[in-house]
């Protein structure tokens, strides 16, 4: 059995205790995980979900809980979120078309989404605890101009976000900033990137 099928056929807790008790980081485990919370909001079934309706398209705070769990899992705190992560939270962030959580998922996919940009950038993050802790402003370290930030990154970030019926203002704002500060070819690579209905 490869690991993959390891990984596959793990439950929810026992991948979140490999990544809160493991020595090394494994970002693939994490996006793995976050794809049960992913399922959970799809479905409504499963380890993440308790009496949720079938196929709510639901997510509330006990979603959002499982996600900052995972991601501030202590293995990986010192990573920077990686693009399987990010992936997985924009899938959650388009299944969710209901929210109860107060705001809480939004404000920890923005940062993890920028968290990652920068950091494939090659510019300096905080650790996770820091840059996803509710109590630190996505300002005090989110890159505030495109010099430095990959352009594929932010393309990868703009296609993403096309399509997306619910748009997180604060992650809008802030590639809006980016790629208003870049340079004009990238302005005709991503015709419709400024385009978010903000």
């Known amino acids: 059995m490869t690991s993959a099928q390891i990984i ?3 439950p929810l807790s026992d991948l979140i205790r490999k990544i809160e008790t493991g020595l090394t980081a494994d970002r693939d485990v994490s996006a793995h995980a976050l794809a049960f919370v992913r399922d959970g909001v799809i479905t409504g079934e499963g380890p993440t979900t308790v009496g949720r309706i079938h196929f709510s398209r639901a997510l509330d705070a006990a979603d ?4 900052v769990r995972i991601l501030n899992a202590a293995a990986n705190t010192n990573e920077p979120v990686s693009r399987a992560e990010a992936e997985t939270l ?3 962030n388009r299944a969710a078309s209901e929210r109860s959580d107060e705001g809480r998922f939004d404000d920890l996919f923005a940062k993890a989404i920028v968290h990652h940009a920068a950091a494939a950038s090659g510019l300096p993050v ?3 605890s820091v840059a996803l802790s509710p109590e630190t402003s996505i300002e005090s370290w989110a890159p505030t101009t495109a010099v430095g930030v990959n352009i594929e990154v932010l393309e990868w ?3 993403q976000m096309r399509g997306t019926r619910r748009n997180n203002r604060t ?3 802030l590639v809006a900033t980016l790629i208003g500060a870049a340079t004009l070819p990238l302005a005709h690579t991503l015709p419709n990137v ?3 209905g903000m």
């Open 171 to 173: 992650l809008m704002r």
């Open 157 to 159: 970030i703009a296609s």
């Open 194 to 196: 400024l385009d978010f």
């Open 126 to 128: 905080p650790p996770r």
């Open 90 to 92: 924009f899938e959650i």
């Open 64 to 67: 959002a809980d499982w996600c």
């Open 8 to 10: 596959s056929n793990a």
